[in-house]
C-alpha cells in the first residue's frame, strides 16, 4: 500500500510556494516580500495531534521569538489537527488567550489562515475568501512592532483588504481553486 499522505517536505514546500505565488506573487501582503527576500520568515511545522499540543507548539514558537530577533516573523503549520474550519475557526480565541497568559498581547498578534477559510458574512464559495485560503492550516505569528512600522510606511493599508478582494473577484473562483489546488502539499509530492 502507499502512503499517500503528504510528508513535511512536501508539506514546507507547499506553503513556501504559496506564500511566494499567492501572499508575495498577488501582492495580498504588501509587507511579506521583503520579510521573504531577506529570509526572516520561519516556517515550522509541528506534530501536534490536539489542541492541548498545538498550544504548547504556539507557546514554544513565542518564546523562540523572544529569544531570537533576527526571527521577523513564524508561520506555524499543523497539518494534523484543525483541519475543520468551524473547529480552527473556534481555536482562534484559545491562541490569542495564551498571548495573554503569557503577557505577549501587544508584542505579537496571530494570524489566521486555512485550506477553507470563510470570512464571517460570505458564502464559502466566495472568491474574497482566498485572500486567507492556504494549502494547509496554520497560524501566523506576527511582530506588533514591525507591523506597526510597515503600517506606518504604507500609503493605503485601509485599502489593501478591498483590493484583495477585488483582485480575487477578477481571478475568480474557479482559478482560484486551480491555483490553491497546484500549491497543495499532494501536488508537491
Known sequence: MIDSTPNND?????????????????NLCPFAKRELVKNRIRFSITEAANEAALLQALKEELILLDEDASIETTLLIHPHVLSNFRTYNDFLPEADSLLQLLDREGIYQIASF??????????PEDAENYTNRSPVQM??????DSLEKAIDD???VEGIPERNIALM??????????????LSPSAAK
Do not use: C, K
Open 169 to 182: 473577484n477578477e481571478i475568480g473562483v474557479e482559478r482560484l481553486q486551480v491555483l490553491l489546488a497546484s
Open 10 to 26: 512536501a508539506i514546507l514546500d507547499a506553503v513556501r510556494n504559496w506564500v511566494t505565488t499567492v501572499v508575495v506573487g498577488l
Open 114 to 123: 486555512h485550506p477553507d477559510y470563510q470570512f464571517g458574512g460570505t458564502q
Open 154 to 156: 504604507h500609503p493605503d
Open 139 to 144: 497560524l501566523h505569528i506576527l511582530r506588533e
